[in-house]
């Protein structure tokens, strides 16, 4: 990894003395020095870009925002680390400056060890990011070479090819018998526990242990459904699309989830919703996913808390996000949330998280994505991006 401090930053700011601050504590930097936004445009197209901005919001002509917008909108500096620097502490200032595309923020007047931690944490960042860009560029050449060299072989062994063929149907066959196999019988005790449960309902001792059997039967049913679905989708599903509105998905998903929500007094609503949205889906995979962060939410949040469900349109990339303010994930948490089986804590997911897992796995089929993060007050907020 490179010295962080051969990192070049450009500091953005139309006050003479918050610039000598930053010029001071960022000493070890190499610095670019823009007064204006229009001024920080012409510095981040011409010659080599920045390698992080620190850009303040309130300017006269041309605000933070906008430069930020049109930073983000020109190929040459669409992926620069971008800090805004704020005297503002509205919520809804802070969330304009993420939506706009900035990283971070910093609250004038600014504390020195926070601002150089922020700019080193945005420079690490940008730095493996970088790193995993041209890992992914070499594994890419790689297996172009690889494929090259699989398909002069394949000409000589369509034997060989037919028989990955009835391999491929018989684990298709086996992965359906599977689920059968697992469902047949869980639906019996599923039956049966709720027919015990009503007959029993006068023994209170009786009924305690029939819900323990049905909870018990519903968590490894949807223990094996989900997990039935990660294999498939692991195993090359093939998607069927239809144009959906997200504005009627979410409302739908809200209004599966709302018995679970009423009974810890939740609500459920909804906010800033794109209107006339289309997003073309497997819309049974995406109200999967969606109503299992929706019943994650209700599952983690506190008695009479407010859930909310937001969209916004980012260049063309519709996100769906969940925000609620319940627990927050642990560092721990966050770097493992998507490997099967590798929650394992029993902070956030008694399915060991494979309902997170799957989703990620439902977002990658669609070319879209799922992002997790802690707010700053408390609670997460998970994102579908598509």
């Known amino acids: 990894m490179e010295n962080l401090y051969d990192n070049t930053i450009l500091i953005v700011d139309d006050t003479p003395e918050n610039i000598d601050i930053l010029v001071e504590l960022l000493e070890d930097f190499d610095k670019q020095i823009a007064i204006n936004g229009e001024d920080a445009l012409e510095t981040a197209f011409e010659g080599e870009p920045p390698d992080l901005i620190l850009l303040d919001i309130m300017m006269p002509e041309m605000d933070g925002y906008e430069v930020c917008r049109r930073l983000r909108a020109n190929e040459k500096t669409k992926d620069i680390p971008i800090i805004f620097l704020t005297a503002k502490t509205q919520k809804d200032d802070i969330i304009k400056g993420f939506e706009v595309g900035g990283q971070d923020y910093l609250t004038k007047p600014f504390d020195a060890r926070e601002l150089m931690v922020r700019v080193k944490t945005q420079l690490e960042l940008k730095s493996q990011r970088e790193i995993l860009k041209n890992m992914n560029t ?5 297996v172009q070479e690889r494929t ?20 491929d149907e018989a684990k ?35 009924s305690e242990f029939v819900e323990m059997l049905q909870v018990s039967a519903d968590r490894l049913e949807h223990f094996s459904l989900t997990a039935l679905l990660i294999t498939q989708l692991q195993a090359g599903y093939k998607i069927t699309t239809e144009k959906v509105e997200p504005d009627k998905l979410v409302e739908e998903c809200i209004k599966e989830n709302q018995d679970k929500a009423k009974a810890k ?27 299992s962060i929706i019943d994650n939410a209700i599952k983690y ?26 627990r927050s994930f642990t560092q721990e948490a966050l770097d493992r949330l998507f490997k ?21 796995l439902i977002m990658d089929v669609h070319g879209g994505d799922i992002q997790i993060s802690n707010l700053k007050d408390g609670g997460a907020c998970v994102s579908l991006i598509f």
């Open 172 to 206: 298709n066959s086996f992965l359906t018998m599977i689920s059968h196999e697992i469902r047949t019988p869980l639906n019996g005790i599923i039956g049966a526990s709720y027919f015990l449960k009503s007959t029993l309902a006068e023994d209170k001792e009786l």
């Open 138 to 142: 070499l594994l890419e050449e790689k």
């Open 301 to 326: 949040s506190n008695q009479k808390d407010t859930i909310t469900i937001k969209e916004w349109n980012d260049n063309g990339k519709l996100s769906i996000a969940c925000f609620d303010n319940g």
């Open 148 to 167: 090259a060299r699989l398909k002069e072989a394949y000409k000589n062994l369509e034997k060989a090819n037919q028989e990955l063929l009835s391999l």
């Open 265 to 291: 007094e939740i609500s459920v609503v909804k906010e800033k919703l794109v209107e006339n949205a289309v997003i073309e889906v497997e819309k049974p995979l995406i109200k999967r996913a969606l109503n």
């Open 340 to 360: 099967p089986f590798g929650l394992g804590e029993q902070h956030y997911d008694n399915n060991v998280g494979l309902s997170l897992k799957a989703a990620k």
